[in-house]
C-alpha cells in the first residue's frame, strides 16, 4: 500500500475509520515525515519515534478529547500533534516552528497542559478523573508516562493517590528500558522482570501499588496496542497498562544509540552524523566535568551526583565510565539528589551535585531543610540558569537565583567567567564548612584571565574590576561583562563608572556597600527575575539613603521560546540601553 | 522485676549488657516515664510510645554511634534521646525543654540531622551509606521510616537509588497502620495484605523496588526486634525490616483514638481529656472548615485536597465524613496535592489546597509548573505561614511569601482579619481566571468588622485604612494592628501616618505607590524574611524617588524553639520599636 496522504488528517476522527492495514501505513508514513523533520530541524527523536503506534491506537480507541490524555514530559508528542490538526508542522518545513516540542493547551484543546517537567502526568491526570467523578462525567482519564519518569517522586505520589480513586484511571507505562540515558533505581530491575517474563512475575510494582495491570510486549505493534486500549477502555478501576516499546524505533543509528538520540541536533539520517560538524564550542559542561574528574582521582570521597540528565553537565557514556562510582545518578528525582548529598557530606564525602537550574526547582525543600538547616558542605552546580539557558517556557532558568539566594546560611556565587568558575569550584570542593551553590554563567564560555580569584569564597567580598566615581555597576555573573560594556560607553561619555563583580548573592558585602554611600546611583543586574532577586537586597539596604538604585533583571513572567537577545532589548538588558539608563537618571 | 533506674542509664552501652528480661523492664520503665512526661509536658503520644522497643531493640544490636541511624521525621526519638545521654529530659521534669522535640546533631551525635519533615530519612541515609561505600567503611546504616511517610515522593525516591547501592543498608518501616490520621494511598493495601500475610505475600512493593524482605508480626516485641536485627546487622545488601507496630502502645486512649494522640497538649491519663478545658480559643482552622464545608454542599464539584494534616486545616474526623468524597487527603504528598489541583481546576472543579507552609515549600516546583504556568484557578490556604506559626526550627513558616510571591501569575492574598480572610476565601471559590494563594493571618483569630471587603481580589488594591500624609506604613496580613499601633503611637507624637493593607503581596498598586512620592517615609512590616519578601520589591520600586523606604520582618535565619515576642523584640517588630525607627528616621 502507499503512503498516506498525510495532509488530509484533520483530527484523530480521520483515523477512525481506518482499517488495521491503513493504520500501519499511517504509522510507516508518519514515521518518515518525522524522520524528515527530525534530521532538518531537530528536536527529541528517540521518544517520539517510539510512541508513534501507541500514539495512533490511543486517538484510533479513545475518544479524544473528550476522553483525555495526559503525557508525561510531553516531549513524545510529535506524532499526537500530527494527529490533532497540527500535521503541516511536520510535513512542511515552512511550518515546522509553529508548533512547540510540548503540548500547549494555546495550540488545540487535544493538550491539557503545558509540561516539560517528568513525572507529574499521573498527579495531573489523577485531578481529571477526580474533577470526573466529582461532576458525574463518564469519559476516560489516561496518564501516558515513561519508564524514565517513574523514578521521579510526583510520579510515585501520583501512582499512590490514583490507586485509590476506585474509578476509571488508566496510567499507560511507556517503557522502553531507558531515562535519558540508562534507567537508575531498584523499581527498573522489576520492569525487565516483568518485560521477561511477559508480564506474569509474581513481583509486580504496579499490583503492589493497588493497581490492575496489564502487559503489552509488542508496544510497537498497532493490533496488539488497540487490542489492549480497547480492553481498558471505560474500565471502572485503575489500571496499569506496561508498554513494551523501541525508544528510536525506525532510525537504525537511534535504536543503536538511545542516549544520543534522545535529543538531537539537526543530523545526517544514515550515519546519525550532526550537520553542524567540526569542533564544538568549549561548553562549562565540559569544564566542569573536566576538572571534577581529575580532582576524583585525588580524592576517592568526591562524588558527583546528578538527576537523569548526566549529557547535559558534561558527564557523557565516557567520563561516566571513567568516573565510576564516584558519579551517582540518582535517576530523575532532584530531592533524592540534594538530600542524599546531605547524607554524603555529613559522612565525610565530598558530594558535588550538578542540576539544571529549571529541574532543581523539585528540591527547595531538600536544599532548606535537608542541606541549609543541617550546614552540610556540599557543592551544587546549577547549569542553565540563565536567559541563556532553555528557551521553554517548561524549562526557564529564571528562578533558581531568588529560590536559592533566600535560604537562610546557602552560600550562593555566581562566577562570571570560567578561571573564575573553575576556581569557586575547587574551593568549594575543598572546604568542610558551607553548602555552596555555584552558578554557572550563561551564554558562550567567557575567559578572563585578569579575574581575581580568592583562596576563600566563604565571606561575601566585591570584586571591584573598574574604578569610578558617582555610579557603580554590579553585575551578577553573565551581567559582569555586559556592565563593563556599559562602563566603556559612559565613560566614553565623560562618566567615571565603577564596575563590581559581587561573586554572590546570597548576602551583601555591606563594606563595599557603605561605600558608596555618596554614590548618585547604583545599577544592578542580574540573570534572573528581579523580584526576589540580588538587587532587591540592594535597593533594601540603600533605602534610606540618597544614592539611587535601578535594578535590572528580567521581568516575573514566563515566556516561550523567546529569542535572548530579543528579551534582553525588550527588558532594556542591552549595554546601550543601560548606558542610557544611567545616563537619564544621572541627569 | 522492680523498675529500672532510668538515670543509671547514660548511653545505649549501658543496656547492652542487660538480658532480655531487663530489657522488658527498661521498656515498661521508660513508658511510664514517657507517659508522666506526655500528660504534664504534651507532645507526640502516639509515635513514641509505639517505637519504644525498637528502638531499645536497635540500640541494643547495632553498635551506635557508629552504625548510623536516620529516624523520619524524628517524632518517635523521645526513646532514642533516653538512651543517648539526654534521660533526665524525661525523668525531670525541671529538664523536660532541655531537649527538642526531633533529632538534633547540636544535642547528642547520636543524633545525625536536624529534621521533622517526612520522607526524607531513606535519602539522608543513603547518603550516609555511599559515604561509607566510598571511604571503605563497615558500619550499619539505617532508616527508620513510619507507613505515613512512605506517602511522601522522597521516601519513594529514596528507597529507589537505596536499593541500587548493593551494599548494607536497612530500612526499618515502622508500620502502625495510621499517618498522623488514617493512611490514604495506593500501597497501604499492600501493607495490610503483608500484614495480614505476616509478610509472606506475593504482592510485595519492598521486592518489587529491589530489596530482600523480612517482616516482624510482633513489632512491639523486644526479642523478636533483637532476633531480626542481629539477622540483618552487617548485611551486605539493601533491605527491609517491615515492623507491625502499635501507634500509642501501652495508653489505653492513645490506642483507641490514635489521630487524637499522634500529638497532644497535655492531658489525663486515663480519660485522655487535655487539662486545659473549656471554650477552646477560635482558629482560623475552624473558619476555614466551616465555610468550605458549607460551601460544599451547594457546589458538589468543590474539593478540599489536603497533605496528610487534616487536623490542622479545621478537617477532624467529624467533618471528613461530612465533606465526604469533596475531602481529598493524598497522603504526605504535598507534590500531588498542587499537580492534581491544576487537573481538578482543568476539568472544572473547584479545588481548594490547604497546607501548611512549611510542608509546602516540597511543592515549589508544582506551583511553579502546575498551576501557575498552566493558570489554573486553584485556591490555596496557607496555614502557618508566620512567625507566630510553629516555632521549631523544622517548622519554619517564613519563607513561603517570598516563595510563592516571586511566581509568575500566582496571586498571593494577606488578610488581616478573620472577615478579609473569609471574604478572599469566598471570592476565590467562586472564580474561574487565576490561581490565588490565601496566607492566613499569625496569632489568635483577628476580627475587624469594619475591614473593606471587595467583589474582587484579582488587581492589586492597597486599602487605605487610615490616612495620613509623610509617613506611609504598610503592614501585611499579621502585621497591619501591628503598623495600626505604631500609628497611634506616631499620632500621639504629632505625625500623621498612613496606614496601609496591601491585600496581596505578588504586584504591587502602582497607582496607589505613585501617590506616595511626595512622602518622606515608607515602612513596610512582613511576617516572613524579608529577603525575597514584599517590602523588598516596595524599596526597589523607589530605588530612585526621594521618599526612604525601610523593610522590616524576619531576618535570613534559622531559629529554634523561640518566643514569638521575644524574636520580635529582636528583630525591632514591635509596635513601639517601629514607632522609634520611624521617628528617628524622620529627624
New interface residues.
Given amino acids: 500500500m502507499e503512503n498516506i496522504n498525510l495532509s488530509a488528517i484533520k483530527s484523530p476522527a480521520d483515523i477512525r475509520q481506518m482499517d488495521e492495514q491503513q493504520l500501519n501505513v499511517l504509522a510507516r508514513s508518519m514515521r518518515e515525515a518525522l524522520l524528515e523533520k527530525l534530521s532538518a530541524h531537530g528536536g527529541h527523536v528517540g521518544p517520539n519515534l517510539g510512541m508513534i503506534e501507541a500514539i495512533i491506537a490511543l486517538h484510533y480507541v479513545f475518544n479524544t478529547p473528550e476522553d483525555?490524555i495526559?503525557y508525561d514530559v510531553s516531549h513524545q508528542t510529535y506524532p499526537h500533534k500530527m494527529l490533532t490538526g497540527r500535521m503541516e508542522a511536520y510535513t512542511d518545513p515552512a511550518h515546522y516552528d509553529d508548533v512547540t516540542g510540548y503540548t500547549n493547551?494555546k495550540e488545540s484543546d487535544y493538550d491539557?497542559?503545558?509540561?516539560?517537567?517528568t513525572s507529574?502526568a499521573v498527579?495531573?491526570?489523577?485531578?481529571?478523573?477526580?474533577?470526573?467523578?466529582?461532576?458525574g462525567?463518564n469519559e476516560n482519564v489516561i496518564a501516558v508516562i515513561g519508564d524514565g519518569s517513574l523514578?521521579?517522586?510526583?510520579?510515585?505520589?501520583?501512582?499512590?493517590?490514583?490507586?485509590?480513586l476506585g474509578t476509571n484511571f488508566i496510567v499507560i507505562v511507556n517503557d522502553n528500558d531507558m531515562s535519558i540515558a540508562e534507567n537508575?533505581?531498584?523499581?527498573y530491575?522489576?520492569l525487565r522482570l516483568l518485560r521477561d517474563t511477559n508480564g506474569t512475575a509474581?513481583?509486580?510494582?504496579f499490583?503492589?501499588?493497588?493497581?490492575a495491570y496489564r502487559y503489552v510486549h509488542y508496544g510497537n505493534d498497532i493490533h496488539s496496542l488497540i487490542e489492549m486500549f480497547q480492553s481498558v477502555k471505560d474500565i471502572n478501576y485503575?489500571v496499569v497498562v506496561h508498554l513494551n516499546t523501541m525508544k528510536g524505533m525506525g532510525l537504525p543509528v537511534a535504536e543503536a544509540d538511545k542516549e544520543k538520540f534522545h535529543y538531537s541536533a539537526p543530523f545526517d539520517l544514515k550515519t546519525g552524523e550532526p550537520f553542524l560538524q567540526g569542533e564544538s564550542p568549549e561548553g562549562y559542561d565540559d569544564l566542569f566535568a573536566i576538572q571534577v574528574l581529575a580532582r576524583m582521582k585525588e580524592m576517592?570521597?568526591l562524588?558527583v551526583v546528578n538527576a537523569g540528565t548526566p549529557g547535559a553537565i558534561g558527564f557523557g557514556p565516557s567520563r561516566r565510565k571513567e568516573a565510576g562510582?564516584?558519579f551517582?545518578d540518582?535517576?530523575i528525582?532532584e530531592?533524592?539528589a540534594v538530600?542524599?548529598?546531605?547524607?554524603?557530606?555529613?559522612?565525610?564525602?565530598r558530594?558535588v551535585v550538578a542540576l539544571a537550574s529549571t529541574f532543581l526547582?523539585?528540591a527547595?525543600?531538600?536544599f532548606?531543610?535537608?542541606i541549609?538547616?543541617?550546614h552540610q558542605p556540599a557543592t551544587f552546580i546549577v547549569f542553565y540558569g540563565s536567559v541563556f539557558g532553555i528557551n521553554d517556557?517548561?524549562h526557564l532558568g529564571f528562578?533558581d537565583l531568588?529560590?536559592l539566594?533566600?535560604?537562610?546560611?546557602l552560600l550562593v556565587l555566581t562566577p562570571t567567567c570560567k578561571e573564575e568558575f573553575l576556581a569557586m569550584l575547587s574551593w568549594s570542593e575543598s572546604q568542610c564548612e558551607k553548602p555552596v551553590v555555584i552558578r554557572v554563567p550563561g551564554g558562550a564560555v567567557r575567559s578572563d584571565s585578569h579575574v581575581t580569584i580568592l583562596d576563600d569564597y566563604s565571606r561575601p567580598s566585591f570584586d571591584i574590576v573598574r574604578n569610578g566615581s558617582r555610579i557603580a555597576l554590579i553585575g551578577v555573573g553573565t551581567f559582569l561583562p555586559v556592565m563593563e560594556q556599559v562602563a566603556e560607553k559612559l565613560a566614553s561619555n565623560g562618566l567615571d563608572p565603577m564596575v563590581i563583580n559581587p561573586r554572590e548573592v546570597s548576602t551583601l558585602d555591606t563594606a563595599c556597600l557603605d561605600s558608596l554611600r555618596n554614590f548618585d546611583?547604583i545599577i544592578t543586574a542580574e540573570d534572573g527575575?528581579?523580584?526576589?532577586?540580588y538587587?532587591?537586597?540592594v535597593?533594601?539596604y540603600?533605602?534610606?539613603s540618597e544614592v539611587?538604585?535601578?535594578?535590572l533583571g528580567l521581568p516575573?513572567?514566563?515566556v516561550d521560546r523567546y529569542d535572548a537577545n530579543e528579551l534582553l532589548k525588550e527588558c532594556n538588558l542591552t549595554p546601550e540601553q543601560i548606558a542610557e539608563i544611567a545616563t537619564s537618571?544621572l541627569k
Avoid: W
Wanted: proline share 4%; hydrophobic share 35%.
Fill in positions: 483525555k495526559v493547551p491539557l497542559f503545558s509540561l516539560g517537567h507529574s498527579s495531573l491526570a489523577s485531578g481529571l478523573a477526580k474533577a470526573r467523578d466529582l461532576k462525567g523514578s521521579g517522586g510526583v510520579a510515585f505520589e501520583g501512582l499512590d493517590y490514583g490507586a485509590t537508575h533505581g531498584g523499581i530491575a522489576d509474581d513481583n509486580n510494582l499490583r503492589a501499588m493497588g493497581y485503575p576517592p570521597e562524588a562510582s564516584q551517582v540518582v535517576g528525582a530531592q533524592q538530600a542524599m548529598a546531605s547524607g554524603l557530606a555529613k559522612s565525610g564525602a558530594p526547582q523539585r527547595y525543600d531538600q532548606c531543610q535537608d541549609a538547616l543541617n517556557e517548561t528562578f531568588g529560590l539566594s533566600n535560604i537562610p546560611d546611583l527575575i528581579v523580584d526576589g532577586g538587587g532587591q537586597k535597593a533594601s540603600f533605602g534610606t539611587k538604585v535601578i535594578n516575573k513572567q514566563f537618571t
